[in-house]
């Protein structure tokens, strides 16, 4: 069954350091990948997407994303970060093989909480 | 351009009624997708729409229903509430389209409905 971890609950990160948010996902054909970012009180924003080619994927704010296919990953990171990045991070995955052509059914993680302190 | 709009932002419900939402998609969206976000059980997708027909359904039982009219804009309706509804019902939508380009759509989400049952 396809589906999607994010391992850790919380991450912790003060201001300036590099963060990773870890992601690792499970789909038969061949994968597409999301990262979304929620505000308290938001939807979910974009971030960035994965579909072919380059396994760096650059994306909104400076977040940045490695697919990695042996590993089944797709972590989440930025060089330097910002109190104004503390939120909730969702990975999702699609599957064209799975999920015929339907774009919009997404299977997401559960979150990570992302705190950065000044 | 304006994002997508959900209404009502917050509602309060008591078990046994039933309830409707509403999303209005991006301009020229013709996609729109339903999910339901638990702290429990993350985001779940709940189903999609794309030209007046449901596309994908997702595995919530019979009383969770949804319609998308002619100008894109969708309702869902939840009858015979219970309390284990009681969650955000957030609507994205994207461009959709008749052929499939697995993951170029990316979905753009509103604030979403939070729906509390007492």
């Known amino acids: 069954a396809q589906s999607v971890a994010q391992p850790e609950d919380q991450v912790n990160v003060a201001e300036g350091n590099p963060l990773t948010v870890k992601c690792t996902y499970s789909?038969?054909?061949?994968?597409?990948l999301f990262w979304y970012v929620q505000y308290p009180n938001r939807g979910l924003q974009f971030l960035l997407k994965?579909?072919?080619?380059?396994?760096l994927v650059k994306g909104s704010y400076g977040f940045e994303a490695e697919f990695n296919k042996s590993q089944t990953s797709f972590h989440l990171k930025k060089p330097s970060a910002l109190v104004s990045d503390s939120a909730l991070y969702f990975c999702?995955?699609?599957?064209?093989?799975?999920?015929?052509?339907?774009?919009?059914?997404?299977?997401f993680g559960k979150g990570t909480k992302l705190s950065v302190k000044p | 351009k304006a994002g997508v709009t959900q209404t009502p932002r917050y509602l309060i419900k008591t078990r046994g009624q039933q309830v409707t939402l509403s999303c209005s998609p991006i301009?020229?969206?013709?996609?729109v997708s339903w999910y339901q976000q638990t702290p429990g059980q993350g985001l779940q997708f709940l189903f999609e729409?794309?030209?007046?027909?449901?596309?994908n359904k997702g595995n919530f039982p019979g009383r969770f229903s949804g319609r998308q009219f002619s100008n894109s804009r969708s309702e869902m309706n939840v009858s015979t509430l219970e309390l284990g509804d009681s969650a955000l019902y957030l609507c994205?939508?994207?461009?959709?389209?008749?052929?499939?380009?697995?993951?170029?759509?990316?979905?753009?989400f509103g604030a979403g409905s939070r729906l509390t049952v007492l």
């Open positions: 994205a939508s994207s461009l959709g389209g008749g052929q499939f380009l697995p993951g170029a759509n990316v979905l753009t």
């Open positions: 994965y579909i072919t080619g380059d396994n």
């Open positions: 789909v038969s054909g061949n994968p597409y």
């Open positions: 301009s020229g969206h013709r996609s």
């Open positions: 999702a995955v699609g599957s064209v093989e799975e999920y015929g052509g339907s774009q919009g059914n997404l299977i």
């Open positions: 729409y794309f030209s007046e027909t449901q596309r």
